[in-house]
C-alpha cells in the first residue's frame, strides 16, 4: 500500500526526521490561503498522486506572490501525472537548495534485513544513476538484531559528509527512518532528494513510504490512509465479476482461463520479446457475457494496442467458447486487433467459426504470441 507524500511527511515529522512546515490543499484559493498562513517568501507547490516523477511532469512548481501561487495551483490541479487526475496539492515553504542526495530503507528479501541506500546524486534522475552507474549508489545491510546503532549510522554516514555535523544528522535520521519503518511494517521508505540547504542542515523536501498489505490488521492507523490506485480500483472490479486480474503495463492485453495458461502466455510474449498489458484469468468457463466484460476491462487501459485471447476448451467446448466470442463481439467496438488461439475439444470447429470474423485466429500458442506481438508493433 502507497501513501501521499504530505501523508508520509507526517510520519516523518512525528519520528523527527526535518520536514518543512506543509498544508494540503484541494483548491487554488486554498493554496493561496495556505501561502499567507505559512508566512514565508517561498513555497512549494507539489501534486499529491500515488506516483513519482511530479518533477517531470510538471507537478511540481515554486511560487513567491499570491498571484504565482493561484496560478501554479491551478496549473497543477488541471493535469494528470500518469493518467492520475491531480486532486490535492500540498503547499509548502520552498528548501534552498546546496545539494540533493538520495536515501532510502527497502526490505531486502535476498538478505532478509533492511537494505539501506545513499547517493550523492539525489534528485530527479536516481533511475538513470541506478542504471548507468549503480556503484554510486552505496548499499549497506542493516542487521535485524543489532539494528542501527551509532557506529553503525556514523559509519555509513561517512559515504556522503565528512563534516561531523552532517555525520550527526544524517546519523540520526537513518535511525528515525528506520524506526519508522519497523514501528509501522514498511516495505520502503525513500527520501529524494534529502536536501543540503547552505547553512548546512538536512531536511527531507519529497517522501514516499510503501507498507505491506499483509501487516495491515496490526496498523490500524497506517490503514486508514488507504486509497486505491486507478489500478487497484480495476483489479477489485475484476474480483467482483470473478476475474482474477493484475496490470503489468506492456501493450499486449491478455484474455486467458486459468492461472497457469495465462502465466504461460506471458510467459511467452516475453519470449518474443513483447510486453504484457496484464494478468487475467476469465476462470473455467467462458461464455459471451464474460468476454464482453473481460474485453471492456482490457480496453480500459490506454496502453493496450493488440488484445490476445488464449482459451483451452477443455470441458467448454470451443465451438461453443467461438459462438460466444462472435457473439460478445457483437456487442464491443474496437478497432484493436484481437489474436484467438482455440485448442482442446472441437478446435476445429471453433476456428472454423472464427474464420469469417475480423479476429486474427491462430492455430498454436506461439503462433498466437507472434502475431500479437508482430500485431503490436505493426509489422504484421
Ligand atoms: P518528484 O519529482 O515526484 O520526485 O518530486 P520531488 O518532491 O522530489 O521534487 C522534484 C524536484 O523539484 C526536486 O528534485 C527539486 O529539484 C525540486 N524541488 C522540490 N521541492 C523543492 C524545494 O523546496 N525547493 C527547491 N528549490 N526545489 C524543490
Ligand atoms: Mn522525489
Known sequence: MKIHEYQAKELFAAY????KKQILCHTADEAVDAYSRLNVPLVVLKAQVLTGGRGKAGGIKLADSPEKVKANAEAILGIKIKDIPVDRI???EAADIKKEYYMSIVVDRNTKSALLMLSSDGGIDIEEVAHSTPERIYKFQID????????F??????????DIKLINQ??????????????????????????????????????KMTFDDNALYRQPQIATLFEPTVEEKKEKEAKAKGF???HLGGEIGCMVNGAGLAMATMDLIKRYRGKPANFLDIGGSSNSEKVVHAMKLLLQ???????????????TRCDDVANGLLKAFEQIDTDIPV????TGTNEELGRALLKDSKLYVANTMSEATRMAVNLALKTY
Open 16 to 19: 523527527d526526521i526535518p520536514v
Open 90 to 92: 500540498l503547499v509548502t
Open 144 to 151: 535485524p538484531l543489532l539494528g542501527t546503532p551509532d557506529f
Open 153 to 162: 549510522t556514523r559509519k555509513v554516514a561517512f559515504s556522503l559528509f565528512t
Open 170 to 207: 544524517l546519523s540520526h535520521i537513518i535511525k528515525s527512518l528506520y524506526k519508522l519503518m519497523l514501528e509501522t511494517d514498511a516495505s520502503l521508505a525513500e527520501i529524494n532528494p534529502l536536501v543540503l540547504t547552505p547553512d548546512d542542515t538536512l531536511v527531507a523536501v519529497d517522501a
Open 244 to 246: 482474477s486480474y493484475v
Open 301 to 315: 487501459d490506454s496502453d493496450v494496442k493488440v488484445v490476445l485471447i488464449n482459451i483451452f476448451g477443455g470441458i
Open 339 to 342: 489474436v484467438v488461439r482455440l
